[in-house]
């Protein structure tokens, strides 16, 4: 049931203008912050305050922006149908640094692109798919099983491979084959996944997948980011390739990888603080450790 009635969502978002749904969006994002949980908001706040050492007011600016942006992504989500019509979304999202990816699939080379919950995450994932760049998708399975079929089928709808977190081989497979490989970075990972890094410089463990595939697979790792633009669209930055060393210690060249795309995300971040998703707890596991 609940399958069909985000696709009934989708039908009536595709009746309306990108401007119209994401004013609704914004709406949507407002009311909604209303529910969070006041711990989590909190959270987010001191983090904020601590990363960028800004007043408690204009911490809680960025933590609801953060949070409102929410509702234009599931919006820009819903009209997938009608985003990819006439290369529409070719107007909507533009892109700097896309000659770094060209020239890997010119040459038939796979890669990871490492982003993050930054502004709307999904449409950067769409738009690169939409621009040539064969992308896969690493998505986290949804507990939820007809949102789960229901966004998967909307990805590839736009043109990505859909893979769930756990298909390592099928990752590797297809890098090889010269596919792209799309993993979202920077939420805090397992222990036995991450390394402690520095960022804002606050001891943090920090993913290790985009440099660890990277490696095995002598790929180059794209940083990418996507932020909003004055107009309402949105604007993609490709940075170039980092590519891993190939030492007789592996672990310190996936570390010194994993630092150089963490500095680039801290570098984002500052730039564009309302953009990216303050209301994850980033510094969960440092802290259970006693670290932080």
């Known amino acids: 049931m609940g399958y069909y009635l985000m696709k009934f969502f989708s039908w009536v978002a595709c009746r309306f203008s990108m401007e119209k749904c994401n004013s609704f969006g914004k709406v949507l994002g407002k009311l909604t912050w209303i529910v969070v949980p006041k711990k989590r908001k ?53 892109i700097d640094g896309l000659e770094y990816l060209q020239e890997a699939i010119d040459n038939k080379q796979g890669a990871v692109i490492a982003t993050s919950h930054s502004d709307s995450w999904e449409l950067m994932g769409a738009a690169l798919a939409q621009y040539g760049v064969p992308l ?46 799309g993993l979202i970075t920077d939420q805090d990972p397992l222990w036995s996944d991450g390394v402690v890094l520095d960022f804002f410089n606050r001891k943090t463990n920090c993913f290790v997948g985009p440099a660890s595939i990277a490696r095995t697979q002598k790929a180059p790792i794209f940083h990418g980011q996507i932020v909003h633009r004055p107009d309402g669209g949105h604007h993609i930055t490709i940075y170039p390739p ?31 603080p309302e953009d990216w998703f303050w209301l994850h707890d980033r510094w969960k596991s440092v802290r259970e450790k006693g670290l932080d």
């Open 42 to 94: 909190f959270m987010a706040y001191d983090n904020i305050i601590r990363c960028l050492g800004v007043d408690a007011g204009e911490a809680e600016r960025i933590a609801k922006a953060s949070w409102v942006q929410f509702g234009p992504m599931l919006m820009e989500v819903l009209r997938y149908p009608e985003l990819i019509k006439d290369d529409y979304i070719k107007k909507y999202v533009t």
């Open 136 to 181: 896969v998708g690493v998505a986290k399975k949804q507990k939820d099983s007809a949102m789960d079929r229901f966004i998967n089928e909307y990805r590839t709808l736009v043109g990505m491979h859909i893979t769930y977190t756990n298909g390592v081989r099928e990752m590797f497979k297809m890098i090889k084959e010269g596919w792209m490989i």
């Open 242 to 272: 980092i590519f891993v060393d190939q030492t007789k210690d592996k672990k310190e060249d996936i570390k010194k990888a994993t630092q150089q795309i963490a500095n680039l995300l801290e570098n984002h971040i500052r730039t564009h």
